[in-house]
């Protein structure tokens, strides 16, 4: 959570072409248009996650091609690194400590607000490996990691390259506005979703925009993508242990925020004091 430790990993990353970013951008877009529109991948092998004992998800499998095409121009065509997706080795298992804490005090809270009353997960009864896929192969290495590799580690850091180098824009000018673009296109895609199961468009883009600047600000408060990968996996599937009453499972919802305020504390309780 250093400020200059987020500065730093800015300045290391290998900047793209402005062609190249905005085609990155309308692929993934026109990938996820297609998926949701035309056909998905599991479509065409649709037996393949029950084979698999449901140990890898039918999100995984749908992810596949997108993970392939989206490396291919990435890597091959941009010649990143994966210290330009965030992907550094040593914040990893700082990351996954606060997703397994996060998780557990969800776990705690459902039992808090129902007083105790709580009974296990009927969905658990013979389906252990399936509900953890769900989250692990669905989510962690699925849409969650795809979607924060793509609009946090990639598009936020590459926009703000060209803001500061070409733009001449303050850093903290250029950070909120990559992650206001970001969010906004985040939002944007999850439409072709929406439409493909009946939803009312406008409520939903709200809440996303709302999510892509938490998660936004979240990445770089904790300068960790797997932090922010596991909270986005556990907010789509939180994993919950005990059987709802009502809507206190919404509580899931808040987590992101929640995990935000707490990196926001924690920052500021270690920033250097000045001598008065």
Known sequence: MDSGAVKAWFQSVRPVSLWLL????????????????????????????????????????????????MGLLLVLVGRLRCNDLALIRQRFLPGLAWVVCTWIVVQ???????????????????????????????QLLGNALYEELFWRAFLISQLVLLMTRVMKLRMRTALAWAIIISSVLFALFHIPNDLLHGREILPGQ??????????????????????????HGLANKPLFLFQDSGDVKEVIWFAPLVVLLVMAVLRRFRQPRTAS
């Open 22 to 69: 905005i085609l990155a951008v309308v692929l993934f877009l026109a990938m996820t248009w297609f998926a949701n529109q035309v056909t998905r991948p599991t479509d065409w092998f649709p037996g393949l996650a029950a084979a698999s004992g449901h140990v890898i998800s039918t999100t995984f499998l749908n992810y596949i091609p997108m993970f392939i095409i």
């Open 206 to 231: 709200w809440s996303r925009l709302i999510s892509g600047i938490v998660f936004g600000s979240l990445f770089l408060l904790s300068n960790n993508i797997f932090l922010v990968i596991g909270i």
């Open 108 to 138: 705690l809270l459902v039992v808090l607000i129902q007083k105790g009353a709580v009974s296990l997960d009927p969905s658990w009864d013979g389906q252990v490996v399936k509900k953890i896929s769900l989250l692990v192969t669905g």
